[in-house]
Nanobody, 122 residues
Framework: QVQLVESGGGLVQAGESLRLSCAASGNIFSINTMAWYRQPPGKQRELVAAISSGGSTNYADSVKGRFTISRDNAKNTMYLQMNSLKPEDTAVYYC????????????????WGQGTQVTVSS
């Protein structure tokens, strides 16, 4: 079992910055891809950014140039640095990861965090 806990959300004004963290814990053998999703109010959940175990990244067009995803493999932690925030960035942000645990090292499973609220006011 892997637990993912997001932190760092909050209320900020447009143009300001925020950094989200996602800490993974449990009997983790390895973590493959980690990603941030978000779900704005009344809208479908969407991929924000993803990062592989080797550090390769992908971003949604809407956040390119403003958000930076990173990870610290030694700490099993992923980050999302969000700069130049806009009201349309308001959403619940979710951390997800594909990981293997020691009791089942041959198989990856998907795990999700509980989400953290980001609200950007104009």
């Amino acid at each position: 079992q892997v637990q993912l806990v997001e932190s760092g959300g909050g209320l900020v004004q447009a143009g300001e910055s925020l950094r989200l963290s996602c800490a993974a814990s449990g009997n983790i053998f390895s973590i493959n891809t980690m990603a941030w999703y978000r779900q704005p109010p009344g809208k479908q959940r969407e991929l924000v950014a993803a990062i592989s175990s080797g550090g390769s990244t992908n971003y949604a067009d809407s956040v390119k140039g403003r958000f930076t995803i990173s990870r610290d493999n030694a700490k099993n932690t992923m980050y999302l640095q969000m700069n130049s925030l806009k009201p349309e960035d308001t959403a619940v942000y979710y951390c997800t990861a594909t990981a293997r645990i020691y009791s089942a090292v041959t198989q990856y499973n998907n795990y999700w965090g509980q989400g953290t609220q980001v609200t950007v006011s104009s």
